[in-house]
């Protein structure tokens, strides 16, 4: 099995390689498929989605058909090399730079506990183990909320072709409880 960071380099050199066109149809289908599983779930419930960089797929097409299903929205910022909160979005403010290229609501905006966690990464398999960008920050604040007493939904938004035979899976790795590619929305066992 392929160490993380090779998996990472390996996969993300893929993910890369998508033309800006062929991200933008898979992240439409995405967003479909999203939607179609998750706006049931979306009446006040706190979604945290995030602002997509690099060659992500752009979750930001999800999540506005979440909000017209009644979801709250929020989106991660940069606290410190260590940590994350989730700021309460709302999509007439504008958002900041907050760090790694990400956007991001202001300081004045609340926190907020998600629910439902979409999350970016940069390799998955059939499990439902993930290899983020390796700074740990997800880890991190799903670790708090959990100490907190809160376990929110970790629904990861990926391309089909950032799924790998195998992640390697450390103790302390919280599994996914589904994914959403173009090919459609998978619950993981």
Not at 88 to 94: E, R
Not at 124 to 151: E, L, T, V
């Amino acid at each position: 099995m392929l160490s993380k960071p090779e998996l990472r380099r390996q996969i993300l050199a893929k993910r890369d390689a998508l033309s800006p066109e062929e991200r933008h149809t898979k992240s439409l289908a995405i967003a479909a498929h999203g939607a179609s599983a998750l706006a049931p779930l979306a009446p006040r419930r706190w979604f945290a989605a995030y602002h997509p960089i690099r060659s992500e797929a752009d979750v930001s097409l999800l999540a506005k058909l979440l909000e017209q299903a009644g979801a709250r929205l929020a989106l991660p910022a940069v606290i410190d090399r260590e940590t994350i909160a989730f700021r309460a979005y709302l999509s007439d403010v504008p958002l900041v730079s907050c760090g790694f290229g990400t956007m991001a609501p202001g300081e004045d905006a609340d926190i907020v506990i998600p629910d439902i966690l979409l999350m970016p990464l940069s390799v998955f398999d059939s499990k439902g183990n993930r290899i983020g960008y390796g700074a740990g920050h997800y880890d991190r604040a799903i670790a708090r909320m959990a100490a907190a007493g809160r376990r929110p939904l970790l629904v990861a938004v990926a391309f089909a072709l950032q799924e790998a035979p195998a992640v390697p899976a450390e103790p302390h790795d919280i599994p996914l409880d589904a994914v959403i590619t173009e090919a459609g929305f998978r619950w993981f066992e």
